[in-house]
């Protein structure tokens, strides 16, 4: 069984700096697309940054240049470093694992990360 454990979230205020660990168990882990999704009150779920097996990544425009995000396949862990932190960036952070693109995706709890003075 696939299981997510995110952590690193919190309060910091604007321009300030996150880093989000995600820790994966259950799976080999070497072989799963991971990515990092954002849900803010009243809003969608969206997607902020993927990273593939392969090493591939994409970000979604409104964090690009100030997110990045990173594996380690030793440590079974994904991360997403936030820099230039917004009061938009706002929003509880889901982990996210995916084998194949047909197959059911494994969500983490959720981080909540506030971007406030």
């Known amino acids: 069984q696939v299981q997510l454990v995110e952590s690193g979230g919190g309060l910091v205020e604007p321009g300030g700096s996150l880093r989000l660990s995600c820790a994966a168990s259950?799976?080999?882990?070497?072989?799963?697309?991971m990515a990092w999704y954002r849900q803010a009150p009243g809003k969608q779920r969206e997607l902020v940054a993927q990273?593939?097996?392969?090493?591939?990544?994409i970000y979604a425009d409104s964090v690009k240049d100030r997110f990045t995000i990173s594996r380690d396949n030793d440590k079974n862990t994904v991360y997403l470093q936030m820099n230039s932190l917004k009061p938009e960036d706002t929003a509880v952070y889901y982990c996210y694992a995916r084998r194949f693109s047909y197959s059911s995706p494994t969500w983490g709890q959720g981080t909540q990360v506030t971007v406030s003075s």
């Open positions: 990273i593939t097996d392969g090493g591939s990544i």
């Open positions: 259950g799976l080999i882990f070497s072989r799963y697309r």
